[in-house]
C-alpha cells in the first residue's frame, strides 16, 4: 500500500487484536511468581529480578528499534520483531528452569518484545489524523491492559487446573497466534514513507542529541520515567499482594491472579478513558490528573492488607484504572512535540528513562519486602514498606508534568 493511501478498513482492530495477544508474555512472570516462589523457593527480591530483566530487556530494545525504525521504516520492525518475539516466548515457556534461566530467557523475550511497541506507536501516528491520535493510542495501550488481564486469566486457571508450566505453554501459544495477525494488521497500513534526511545521512548521533536537548520532549519523557516506576511495579506484584491478602495456599494463589486479571481490565477501560480525554482537554491536564490520583493509590494500598479481599481487590482495579490512564498520553503529547523526523529516536530517549525506571521499581520491591518480613512485627507492615516505595519513585511525575506543561505552551 502506498504512503500516501488510505489505510485499509480494520487495521486499527487487527493490530490491536494481534497487541493484546503479544502482551499476554509481559505479565506471564508476574501471575505464576507466587506459585514458582514456592516451588523454587525464592526470595521477594529473586522474584522481583526476573520480573526486572524483562524490562531490562524491553529497555535495550526499544531504544535500539526506534532508530531502526527511523532508518528502516516501523512496519519492517514489527513484523520481523513480532516472529522473534513468539519464538522467544516459546523458549521461555519451555526452558525456564530456575531463577537464572528465567531471568535470561525473559530478558532475551523482552529484548525482541520492544520491536513490537514503540515501532507501532509510531505506526498509529503515521496511520491516524492528529485530532484522532489520543483515541487510537489509547486503544492501542488498552488492548496490552486487555492482553494482560488475558494472560492472568490463562494463570489462574492453569494454576487451578494444571501446573504453572501449562499456564507458560498457553502463553506461547497466543503470543504466536499475535504474530501472525500482526502480519495482516501491517498489511492493510500505508507504507513506511521515504527515509528521512537524517536517517539517510547517517544521524542517529544527531537525532539523539536534538532529543536530549529538546526540553519539552525530555520534561515529558521524565515523566513517563516516573510513570513506570510505578505502573511496572504495581504489575509485578499485585497478584503476589492479592495473593497475601487472602491468605495464602493454591486456592489463594489462583484466586489472586483471577483477581488482577480483573484490576487489568479495569487498565482497559482507564486507557480509553485517559486517551479519549487527552483529545478534549489537553494532554498535560489528563496526565497531571492521573498521575496525582495513582500516587495516592501507591501511598495507600498497603494499608490495606487486612482489608477484606473484595475491598483490596477493588482498590486495585481503580488503581490499575488510574495508573494506566495517561500511559498512552504521554505517547501521544510525544508525537505532538516532536517532528516525525527523529519520533523514532524519542521514542528510544523515553524508553530508556521509563524502562529503566520500571526494571528497577519491582526489584526495589521486593527488596523491601525481604527488609520488612524480616524486621518488622506483622507480615502486613512489609507490604506496606513495599508499596510506600512505589510512590516515593513516582513523586517526580508531577513536577515533570507541570514542566511539560509550561515549555510545550
Do not use: K
Not at 493511501?5 to 499476554?24: E, K, M
Not at 536517517?199 to 548521533?205: E, I, K, Q
Not at 519539552?216 to 521524565?222: D, F, I, L, Q, V
Not at 495508573?323 to 530517549?349: C, H, K
Request: aromatic share 10%; hydrophobic share 55%; net charge positive.
Amino acid at each position: 500500500m502506498a504512503a500516501d493511501a488510505d489505510p485499509g478498513r480494520g487495521w486499527l482492530g487487527l493490530l490491536c487484536l494481534s497487541r493484546c495477544l503479544q502482551a499476554t508474555i509481559a505479565c506471564a512472570w508476574a501471575g505464576v511468581m507466587p506459585a514458582v516462589m514456592a516451588d523454587w523457593g525464592l526470595s521477594a527480591s529473586q522474584a522481583g529480578l526476573v520480573q526486572s530483566a524483562w524490562h531490562a530487556g524491553y529497555l535495550v530494545s526499544l531504544f535500539g528499534v526506534g532508530f531502526l525504525s527511523d532508518r528502516l521504516g516501523p512496519r519492517r520492525v514489527v513484523r520481523v520483531g513480532s516472529g522473534l518475539t513468539a519464538i522467544a516466548t516459546a523458549a521461555f515457556a519451555g526452558g525456564a528452569s530456575g531463577p537464572g534461566s528465567a531471568a535470561v530467557l525473559l530478558g532475551l523475550t523482552g529484548l525482541c518484545a520492544g520491536a513490537c511497541y514503540s515501532p507501532g506507536l509510531q505506526l498509529l501516528a503515521s496511520n491516524v489524523a492528529a485530532g484522532q491520535r489520543g483515541r487510537a493510542m489509547g486503544a492501542f495501550i488498552g488492548a496490552s491492559s486487555l492482553g494482560y488481564a488475558l494472560s492472568l486469566g490463562v494463570v489462574a486457571l492453569a494454576c487451578a487446573t494444571l501446573s504453572w508450566p501449562w499456564a507458560l505453554r498457553f502463553i506461547a501459544l497466543l503470543v504466536a497466534l499475535g504474530a501472525v495477525l500482526t502480519w495482516a494488521a501491517l498489511n492493510r497500513m500505508r507504507a513506511d514513507p521515504a527515509v528521512a534526511a537524517p536517517a539517510r545521512a547517517g544521524g542517529m548521533r544527531r537525532a539523539l542529541a536534538e532529543t536530549l536537548r529538546d526540553r519539552p520532549a525530555m520534561a515529558g519523557n521524565w515523566a513517563y520515567a516516573a510513570h513506570c516506576w510505578e505502573l511496572m511495579a504495581l504489575w509485578a506484584w499485585l497478584p503476589a499482594y492479592l495473593a497475601f491478602v487472602q491468605d495464602g495456599g493454591a486456592r489463594a494463589l489462583a484466586g489472586g491472579v483471577a483477581l488482577a486479571a480483573l484490576a487489568h481490565l479495569a487498565s482497559v477501560a482507564g486507557s480509553l478513558m485517559g486517551g479519549v480525554a487527552s483529545d478534549r482537554f489537553g494532554r498535560a491536564r489528563v496526565m497531571m490528573a492521573a498521575s496525582c490520583a495513582s500516587l495516592c493509590c501507591s501511598f495507600a494500598f498497603g494499608w490495606l492488607w487486612a482489608a477484606p479481599v473484595w475491598a483490596v481487590a477493588v482498590v486495585g482495579a481503580l488503581y490499575s484504572l488510574l495508573a494506566i490512564a495517561d500511559s498512552s498520553v504521554y505517547s501521544t503529547a510525544l508525537a505532538d512535540v516532536v517532528p516525525p523526523a527523529r519520533l523514532g529516536a524519542a521514542f528510544s530517549v523515553r524508553s530508556v528513562l521509563g524502562f529503566g525506571a520500571g526494571a528497577l521499581s519491582p526489584w526495589v520491591f521486593g527488596l523491601a519486602l525481604d527488609w520488612g518480613q524480616a524486621r518488622l512485627q506483622l507480615p502486613g507492615q512489609a507490604w506496606v514498606l513495599a508499596w510506600s516505595t512505589v510512590g516515593l519513585g513516582a513523586l517526580t511525575g508531577p513536577w515533570m508534568i507541570r514542566r511539560f506543561q509550561r515549555l510545550a505552551g
